[in-house]
């Protein structure tokens, strides 16, 4: 059974910094790409941006330069490092395959930009 685990959220100051962890419980190489998604309240899960199983990696425009995506393949983890961040950037965030299963959705791990 395919578990993913989201960390790392909080509370954050505008022009702050997070990384989030996203932890599979198997492989990494069980998914063609792994993306981070993220959703607000009245609003569709959207996708952050992803990595491909060949380390290929694409962005939403609204966070081009300010996060990166990088995985450890030893610890099957996926992260999201987050700079500069915005109020906007106010969300759930989750990982899951990209494209998603329904499968596989977590509990995400809630970020707060806010002073």
């Known amino acids: 059974q395919v578990q993913l685990v989201e960390s790392g959220g909080g509370l954050v100051q505008p022009g702050g910094s997070l990384r989030l962890s996203c932890k599979a419980s198997?492989?990494?190489?069980?998914?063609?790409?792994m993306g981070w998604y993220r959703q607000t309240p009245g609003k569709q899960r959207e996708l952050v941006g992803g990595?491909?199983?060949?380390?290929?990696?694409k962005y939403v425009d609204s966070v081009k330069g300010r996060f990166i995506i990088f995985r450890d393949i030893t610890k099957r983890t996926v992260y999201l490092e987050m700079n500069s961040l915005r109020p906007e950037d106010t969300a759930v965030y989750y990982c899951?395959?990209?494209?998603?299963?329904?499968?596989?959705w977590g509990q995400g791990t809630q970020v707060t930009v806010s002073s």
């Open positions: 990595i491909s199983r060949g380390g290929g990696i």
């Open positions: 198997v492989s990494l190489a069980s998914f063609n790409a």
């Open positions: 899951n395959s990209n494209p998603p299963s329904m499968a596989y």
